[in-house]
């Protein structure tokens, strides 16, 4: 399943960027030391906007340890040597393994503008997704596998038309029980999709028993790993020549989760309340004798169209066919819904 790739920059030119910034900023600080002495201050030199040169020093000493701890990310002693995934400990002591694995965390942490956002979406759909972990009986570490597939985009498509926030093709989505058709697409209904996608990788776990094979399936599928295994008499994840996609893939997963169980470690931080609130939605559903216009449903929700919208993906098209549909409500929009819908006629609910 396609996942954005993000521009390659050695490690070693990023940590020189690092450590040349701290070196300008010294010298900042020294210029600003030396204006501040009293000779020069009784010639009169003018203080730049009027601040106070120790307010400016301190700002600067600010900059100072904020570019000391960015550095500190590509000294490779200071990074994990104890991780996990899916409660498998991972060999990081394995010299291949430890560069799979940097050439992952150190790219994702180029572009710390994307990895926030990442973050801030990560806590917003967690309730729900945690919810499905728990209902299909799965490792929790799997969310990590719908951060890699869309960085948690609802909206996301690929140029393979995989759709959705867990990037089902459509053939697959239907073998997993999704509705996909001209009018609804189920592989944009958030909480279906989840539980379809998790249930599709426990099945997959069931054959190879192994967590990083049956993503390894997911991404290349499962006829590829089956070939993988047959032909190179391994069923180690770390010991198989994988294409190189997958093999990213899985490292690329466990980069997210260090990152984002880790975040302020690598200089990334996000104040609670400037996290991404979850929306807490209820399934109505309901059944419609005519073809009908998508709006009503927003105005008997008192939502914008695009709110409603947005917490109904799924449904494709601004008319819709006579039929049965689920209905994605928040949960303190319910009861004014079930009202409103119940004044047309042709409309019943289930």
């Keep these: 399943m396609k996942r954005q790739r993000m521009k390659s920059r050695p490690a070693m030119g990023c940590a020189v960027r690092f450590f040349l910034s701290v070196s300008l900023l010294h010298c900042f600080i020294l210029a600003a030391l030396i204006l501040d002495t009293p000779a020069l201050s009784a010639q009169g030199v003018p203080r730049k906007n009027g601040t106070p040169v120790e307010k400016r020093l301190g700002d600067l000493e600010k900059d100072v340890m904020r570019l000391q701890r960015q550095a500190d990310l590509f000294n490779l002693d200071a990074l994990p040597d104890n991780l996990m995934l899916c409660d498998k400990k991972i060999p990081i002591y394995r010299g291949d393994v430890r560069e799979r694995f940097e050439r992952e965390l150190f790219q994702l942490l180029e572009n710390k503008g994307l990895v926030t956002i990442v973050i801030k979406r990560y806590y917003k759909y967690l309730p729900m997704m945690a919810e499905e972990v728990q209902r299909i009986a799965v490792p929790s570490d799997l969310i990590y596998l719908a951060v890699t597939e869309s960085y948690l985009n609802p909206r996301a498509v690929s140029r393979a038309n995989a759709a959705g926030m867990w990037q089902f093709i459509k053939e697959t989505g239907k073998r997993e029980g999704l509705l996909v058709n001209e009018h609804i697409d189920e592989r944009f209904n958030m909480r279906k999709a989840t539980r379809s996608a998790l ?89 419609a004798s005519r073809e009908f216009p998508s709006y009503i449903l927003a105005r008997a929700m008192d939502l914008p169209y695009r709110t409603f919208r947005m917490n109904n993906l799924h449904l494709r098209k601004y008319k819709l066919p006579k039929g049965l549909y689920h209905i994605c409500v928040p949960v303190e929009k319910r009861d004014v819904f079930i009202k409103k819908i119940k004044t047309y006629d042709y409309i019943a609910i289930q």
């Design 199 to 287: 249930t599709h990788l426990k099945r997959l776990n069931g054959e190879f028993n192994d967590w990083f094979l049956a993503m390894s399936a997911y991404n290349a599928g499962p006829g590829r790993v089956r070939e993988v295994i047959e032909n190179q008499a391994t069923r180690d994840f770390f010991d198989m020549y994988l294409p190189e996609e997958t093999e990213r893939y899985v490292f690329r997963i466990l980069a997210l989760k260090e990152i984002i169980s880790n975040r302020e470690r690598y200089g990334i931080r996000i104040d609670d309340k400037d996290l991404y609130r979850p929306t807490a939605l209820s399934e109505v559903t309901i059944e």
